[in-house]
């Protein structure tokens, strides 16, 4: 590992247990969830059919699909520690926890508390990091879904 991989790793190694930051908000609106649909095959009414949400879903509209908010983890991670902290690799590498809490109505704003829970030196330059990653709704207190996600970083 070059001088720059283990300033890093000595950095990721101080921050466990810590908040590493929280992203900025991404609006969820029905054009994303639509290519979502397109991308995936997940044409469920209650994410693409607008009129028929209207009047049978509870939330009087369409909701993201939970695979396309866990998906704006990616995007997170990069904003809030993969970009800020210099790291040039990372490859998702798993979730060892998932749970979604409650649905994201079209129109809402998400953003992505992310905290480093742990660390682990996989030789090679290369570290496994493990980050709980909170999704928060715009003025709601129950979080969309909270994510343990595993990524590999290498030097």
Known sequence: MNDGGIALAQRIQQAIGQELGVSSWMEIDQ?????????????QWIHVDTARAA???PLGATIA??????SMLAPAALEVFVGPWGITQALNYGLDRVRFLAPVKVGSRVRTRIKLIAAEDKGGGRILVTTENSMEI???DKPALIAQALAMLMS
């Open 65 to 70: 699909h939970g695979y396309l908010t866990l």
């Open 55 to 57: 009047l049978e879903s």
């Open 31 to 43: 054009a994303r969830i639509d290519q979502f649909a397109v991308s995936t095959g997940d044409h």
């Open 138 to 140: 715009e003025g709601k």
